[in-house]
C-alpha cells in the first residue's frame, strides 16, 4: 500500500511570489490535512480537506488555500510570500475525519529569500 | 501557551542508556498519540494511547497515559543510535478532531 506523497521535496521561492503544494493521500483515505512546521511554533495546522470540501481551519490568514479534487488529491497555496512562510509543509491522510492517529507524507520543505 | 508541554527538549546521551520523556498537559485527552521524525522526513506514528494508566510496549519502548488522560510518558530502554530523531506527542480535546502537536523531544543517541 502506498503510502502519503508529497510533491515537490524542496522548494526555493522569492518574496512575494506564490507556491502551490501537492499532496496524494494514501488509497481510499478521503480526510488531507496540512500541517506547517517550524523550529519554532513546532507543528500547526493550517486546514483539513474532505470531499473536496474545507472541513476544519487553522489559525493561519487567508495567503494559505487549499483544495481537494474529487480522487482525494490535495493542493496547498501560498500567495505573497514571506520569508517567515519558511517552513516543512506537512500532508496527513486519514480515513474519514481530522485526526491525531495519522499518515503522513515526508514533506515539503518550503525556503523563502 | 502550548496546549501540550514536552519535556526535555533536548536529550543527548550514549548508546545504552535508559531515557523517558514526558507530555504534559492541564486539559483531558480521549487519546494521545506518540511519533517520531527523523531529520528531513515527516512523523511517524508509533503508539496511541486511549484509556487513563494504560501502558503499552513496542519492543524497547514503553508509553504509559496518565490515569488523568492528561499526560503521558515514553521511556527507552538501552537506547540505539537508530532511537535518534525528533519525538512528537498529539492529541485532541474539548470534543475536536483537530489535533495539537507538542514541539517534541530532540534526542540524539551517540554510539
Known amino acids: 500500500k502506498a503510502g502519503v506523497t508529497q510533491t515537490p521535496r524542496y522548494l526555493i521561492k522569492t518574496r512575494g511570489q506564490q507556491v502551490t503544494l501537492s499532496c496524494s493521500p494514501i488509497?481510499?483515505?478521503?480526510?488531507v490535512s496540512w500541517y506547517q512546521q517550524t523550529p519554532g511554533q513546532g507543528l500547526q495546522f493550517l486546514f483539513e480537506?474532505?470531499?473536496?470540501?474545507?472541513?476544519n481551519k487553522g489559525n493561519f490568514p487567508g495567503r494559505f488555500s487549499g483544495r481537494q479534487f474529487s480522487n482525494s488529491r490535495s493542493e496547498m497555496n501560498v500567495s505573497t510570500l514571506e520569508l517567515g512562510d519558511s517552513a516543512l509543509y506537512l500532508c496527513?491522510?486519514?480515513?474519514?475525519?481530522?485526526?491525531?492517529?495519522?499518515?503522513f507524507g515526508q514533506g515539503t520543505r518550503l525556503t523563502v529569500v | 501557551t502550548q496546549l501540550l508541554e514536552q519535556s526535555p527538549q533536548f536529550l543527548s546521551i550514549q548508546e545504552g542508556e535508559n531515557l523517558t520523556v514526558y507530555c504534559n498537559s492541564s486539559?483531558?485527552?480521549?487519546?494521545l498519540q506518540w511519533y517520531r521524525q527523523e531529520p528531513g522526513e515527516g512523523p511517524v506514528l508509533l503508539v496511541t494511547?486511549?484509556?487513563?494508566?494504560e501502558v503499552k510496549k513496542l519492543k524497547r519502548l514503553t508509553f504509559q497515559f496518565g490515569d488523568a488522560r492528561k499526560d503521558s510518558s515514553l521511556h527507552i530502554t538501552a537506547a540505539q543510535p537508530g532511537d535518534t530523531g525528533l519525538y512528537l506527542c498529539?492529541?485532541?480535546?474539548?470534543?475536536?478532531?483537530?489535533?495539537?502537536f507538542g514541539r517534541g523531544t530532540s534526542l540524539i543517541v551517540h554510539p
Open positions: 496527513a491522510s486519514s480515513l474519514v475525519q481530522v485526526s491525531a492517529e495519522a499518515f
Open positions: 488509497s481510499g483515505h478521503r480526510s
Open positions: 480537506y474532505f470531499s473536496e470540501t474545507q472541513r
Open positions: 486539559s483531558v485527552f480521549s487519546s
Open positions: 494511547v486511549v484509556t487513563g494508566g
Open positions: 498529539a492529541g485532541a480535546t474539548g470534543g475536536s478532531y483537530i489535533p495539537t
